[in-house]
């Protein structure tokens, strides 16, 4: 067993040396690729940008996601059986699933009844693997959740994809939020930090490239990977995170999950609300989302990625006052950080209401 300097200088090494890595594979992909993910039709109403740019992060997200996966069993060489749990292999089929299927759309734009298909197929690999979200008495609550959660986060992780940036950062905000459930509960498991602090790593090389102004997007290729790694970390560190005191109490459970994925949940659940009432599918692409009404406001794109790094870091702490020093969870806990999910949510509503895209002089 190594001692606690010794797992800090691993973790710090693990992550550097991921870092990196995903700073040189990106370097390498924007040097000799220049087609693929590089698309032209209705890119105006997609992306924020009206330039097209290549769309390789996902491509390094997996490889450094299968590379951590390997180091584990170098670096804790009498444990190398610890990565081949259940709910372990079943998270290496989903994402590898979803990376294939977001490889093959951001290669040939897939019908999105297909991409729905594989969506559910890894909600269910997840589950049969053990992955499962339990807060109801009944099972089958608790399967469809689950499922709902899997895909909802593999569709809100992509459309949060629209502006340089924004992703990204929400994204290592997540996978640190699980880094600090872990350290704030005592409750280390090395496959986990060592996959989580490779995926960090991967995002961080990748946000090089991907800040205002943006040389690479993360395609769906990314964002479909992480929908699902994000959905299977949400399951596990805060939808079935026991309390300090090794009670289940739904209530917290839930609180956690949802401050964990304010970001992405308030954008997606806003920009349905608005397309519906518009009377337009919420599935089709445009410039209407929360991110890009704070844009409308007067904000540059780099503003805007600020905006939510600030929101991530406040949420961020809130989960480690959770994790660290409320023991018994009580309604006035559940009232207090609802009610701040509530603010935030009611705020940038507002604020897409009540900002209008720039008038375009054509004259």
């Not at 929400?170 to 986990?192: E, N, Q």
């Not at 289940?248 to 964990?260: D, I, M, S, T, Y």
């Not at 006052?321 to 949510?345: D, E, K």
Request: proline share 3%.
């Amino acid at each position: 067993m190594y001692s606690g300097t010794q797992l800090f200088l691993i973790y710090s090494g693990l992550f550097f040396a991921a870092l990196v890595f995903s700073l040189l594979a990106n370097s390498l992909f924007m040097r000799f690729a220049r087609t693929l993910g590089m698309r032209e039709k209705d890119q105006m109403l997609v992306r924020w940008s009206s330039t097209s740019k290549p769309a390789f992060g996902g491509i390094g997200f997996f490889i450094l996601f299968l590379v951590s996966w390997t180091l584990h069993g170098v670096i804790f060489p009498g444990e190398g059986s610890a990565a081949l749990r259940p709910e372990l292999l079943g998270l290496l089929a989903a994402t590898s699933l979803a990376f294939l299927m977001g490889l093959a759309d951001d290669a040939y734009n897939t019908r999105p009844l297909l991409k729905f298909i594989v969506q559910v197929l890894c909600g269910v690999l997840l589950i049969s693997s053990g992955t499962c979200i339990n807060v109801f008495e009944k099972q089958w609550l608790n399967i469809a959740i689950t499922l709902f959660w899997t895909v909802g986060m593999m569709n809100s992780i992509n459309m949060l994809d629209n502006m340089d940036g924004i992703t990204t950062t929400v994204s290592i905000a997540i996978l640190a939020a699980a880094i600090t459930a872990m350290l704030a509960t005592d409750r280390m498991d090395p496959v986990y930090m060592v996959l989580l602090i490779g995926c960090a790593a991967s995002l961080c090389g990748f946000l090089f490239f991907n800040w205002h102004p943006s040389r690479m997007y993360m395609g769906d290729t990314g964002s479909q990977f992480l929908g699902v790694f994000l959905a299977f970390v949400g399951i596990r560190f805060f939808w079935n995170a026991p309390s300090a005191a090794g009670e289940w109490e739904p209530a917290r459970q839930f609180v956690l999950a949802v401050l964990v994925f304010l970001l992405p949940i308030v954008d997606t659940t806003v920009v349905s609300i608005n397309r519906m009432a518009r009377g337009h599918s919420p599935f089709v692409g445009g410039r209407d989302h929360t991110t890009h009404h704070l844009s409308y406001l007067g904000l540059s794109d780099g503003q805007v990625a600020l905006t939510y790094i600030g929101l991530s870091l406040l949420n961020l702490f809130m989960i480690f006052v959770i994790f660290r020093f409320i023991v018994h969870w009580s309604n006035l806990h559940t009232i207090i950080f609802v009610s701040y999910a509530l603010l935030v949510f009611l705020a940038l509503f507002i604020i897409t209401r009540r900002s209008k895209p720039p008038v375009i002089d054509t004259e």
